[in-house]
């Protein structure tokens, strides 16, 4: 009798958590997966890019030489290997799918920043540099965008962000 006692309030604990699990809303489901499997899951590789590209730029720019280098052999493959993996997240609800699609957005701009600063070492072009930064610029404002969406999902389906 004891067994079965113990078997039937699990049973009903068990029951009780797939009934909160299946209460959430659709959209708060995907918010949270796609923060903390997608986005957090894909930070590192992105992360990997921007930290050798400013370990050539700005204070610790040295030569065109090696900036050139360290973009054609680091970080231009580093980060369309991210925008990639980006490209393939499929999130399931059309609010999440807006919001993704802006990550995209300033993903490839950034991309392309990379791509024409090369452009612009290679023929020592200074209106490529100017169109490069201009590209960051419009990454950095989809940027802001995405995460200014994001809040705004938060607050609409009262989700509370961790700390990671």
Known sequence: MDCRLRILSFAAILGGLLALGCAAKPVEMDVVTYVNRDILGQSVVESAALRRYAAVTGTNYTSDDKLYDVLNHEVVPTYREFVRIVEQV???????????????????????????????????????????????????????????????????????????
């Open 90 to 164: 499929e999130p399931k609800t059309d609010e999440v799918k807006k919001l993704h699609a802006m990550y995209i957005s300033a993903s490839i701009y950034r991309l392309r920043g990379f791509e024409t600063i090369m452009g612009g070492i290679q023929l020592q072009d200074p209106s490529l540099i100017e169109a490069a930064n201009q590209m960051f610029a419009q990454s950095q404002a989809e940027t802001d965008r995405w995460r200014q969406t994001l809040e705004q999902l938060y607050l609409m389906y009262g989700i509370v962000p961790q700390d990671h």
